[in-house]
């Protein structure tokens, strides 16, 4: 708190800096993807209705690559230096994504103790924090971005899958980050064997495999994507 009542000179006039030029600093630490697709979501109205130059750092640069609305995409994982500075300098302009510091400290906790069936706020506007007033929920969309290349070569690699209809799964647990995610290997494999459909499991390494499933090894963040 003391650094922030020091610092807060410099705070306000990089601020006001950003705002004569028309720019917004968005970083967002997490690298779970569900976060960043739905940051790719916010920037999208975000621009639409600011027109303004969006900075982004992130952990996650391949949910944003190619994104027309972004311009420029810097990965924090190269300079995780700059999330401590950012910190520092958060204010109208310097704006952090983050799904466990507004409103609620942690939304799936508040869901858990309350069991508020009344509970509506969209997850993009926990993310998103003070921008949400810029956003059109009802019409909140995630935009992935390919290059005609990515396109070109993501279907001749994956021609067999996308023939006839199919379905992804992935088993994996998130036993450390949102236990009631873990929903466990026996109870996906009972839903493998309860509807008939052409499932792909996205396979991570050392991972169990499904019965019953084609088996996808080795793919991208971006063919998963595609």
Sequence with gaps: ILLKKINYPINFIINYYFLKINIYIFFIRSKAIGDNVIVTGLISQFKKNT??????????????????????????????????????????RVIE????????KDIFEKLRITKNKKFNHHLAEVIGGNISQFIDFKNFKNEIYFTKKELDIFQRKFENVIKN??????????????????????????????????????????????????????????????
Excluded: C
């Design 51 to 92: 027109n303004s130059k969006i900075y982004l750092f992130t952990n996650a640069v391949d949910v944003f690559l190619n994104n027309p609305n972004i311009s420029k995409l810097v990965n924090l994982l190269d300079k995780p230096y700059l999330y401590f500075l950012f910190k520092l300098l958060e204010g109208q």
């Design 97 to 104: 994504m983050n799904s466990n510091t507004y409103p609620y």
């Design 165 to 226: 209809k199919f379905a992804l799964i992935a088993p994996f647990a998130k036993e450390t980050y949102i236990p009631v995610r873990n929903w466990g290997h026996e109870k996906f494999q009972e839903l493998v064997n309860l509807l008939n459909i052409n499932w792909y499991q996205a396979n991570t390494k050392n991972e169990k495999k499904l019965d019953n499933v084609n088996i996808l090894e080795s793919t991208t963040k971006r063919e998963f994507f595609f």
